[in-house]
């Protein structure tokens, strides 16, 4: 029987608490129960946990900070044409690491899974795929041209990402993205290869099962934000929502607190005197640092509500979501009107209130007094949100995707 294997290009990857690394962990851990042999090459540290099949390869921009003409080099192409964690020099690294790993696996049939962002594990995959004439699928987490206005990119950089964008898909054999509505703008944007595209939805890993805990006695409403704000997610419009609502007793600042664990981009956030105003009313509780996973679960669990920032999108969902709605906390999401988002929460079951990021201050404000207010107290998602999201069933369909990329080679051959 062939060996089948993947070579999965992740950056981000356990232990290593980043968000980015749950998808490829969950694609990893199933398709390896499915018979894959998956070979893992990330730029996270391992620690004292490496296992044959995921092996580190550290990012030398990382690693050796200002030495190098490699380090300069890429420095330069981050500032004049891809702001951002690009990992040019690991995505070379990491191309050269699969092909050594390949060296003893000529029989065997073999599949490119690369996750972006960052750039580096598309470019490691894009390098493996021409060199070795392998089927190559291309995850995007995020688009390359997300937003570029908010991101604060030239014209010149919107102009490189978009092409670089319609690059990777005109050279993937099968392209993954994690909404039906980016699904849907990019077949339009890129007619020639909507064929090639899929959706694979973010989810969960139903071996990770939560209990449900009691909240702790206190006298104020807890509204905690777990998660880094940046890129666009600013949350001051909301900030200032509240601020408005203590200032003319429709809300009162010892009843509620604000609590955003972190970190945080100065242009996601007011500035400091809002910032120090709201702390000195007592609603506003800013840890800007870094917080390991199961920490960041038990903060979760001891809040009344839980809030979602995504104002800057309409396609995207943000990974968070989905352990959101498994916390039984009603959700307070500030969002634009009309996006995936929304449609999950609404379908869910869930508690939820939706602040519009483009509504008028007093809709907001009537929006935010709207949860505060609210009489629900739990939230639980149904079993449409359980068989929809279940990270065993999405990597089914993974698998189908893989099996169909090699029987069309076995066609055209």
Known sequence: MTERIVVMFAYHFPPENAIGGARPYRFYKYLSEMGYRCHVITAADQGHLP??????????????????????AERAVRKLLFPGVAGFQWGRLACQAAGRFLLSKQNAEITIYSTFPPLGAHLAALLLARRKRLKWIADFRDPLSIDPVQAGFTKFQRRCHGWLEQFILSRADTVIVNSDALAGEWKSVYPNHRDRIHVIWNGFDPADRIEQTALPQRPYQLLSHMGALYGGRDISPLLESISRLVDTGRL????????????????????????????????????????????????AQESDGLLLVQPHTAVLIPGKLFEYLRLRRPILAFILPDTPIERILKQSGVTYRCVYADASFQE????????????????EANTWFEENFNAKKQTQALDALIRSMHERKGELS
């Open 51 to 72: 296992t044959l099949d995921i092996e580190y390869v550290p990012d030398p921009f990382v690693t050796t900070h200002r030495r190098g003409i490699g380090w300069q």
């Open 252 to 299: 009162v600042g010892g009843s509620l607190r604000i609590r955003l664990v972190g970190s945080i981009s100065k242009d996601c956030i007011p500035g400091v005197e809002f910032l120090a105003r709201a702390k000195n009313q007592g609603w506003l509780e800013i840890i800007d640092d870094h917080v390991p996973h199961h920490e960041a679960r038990r903060m």
């Open 364 to 379: 907001m404000d009537d929006a935010v007094e709207s949860f505060f207010n609210r009489k629900e107290e739990g939230s």
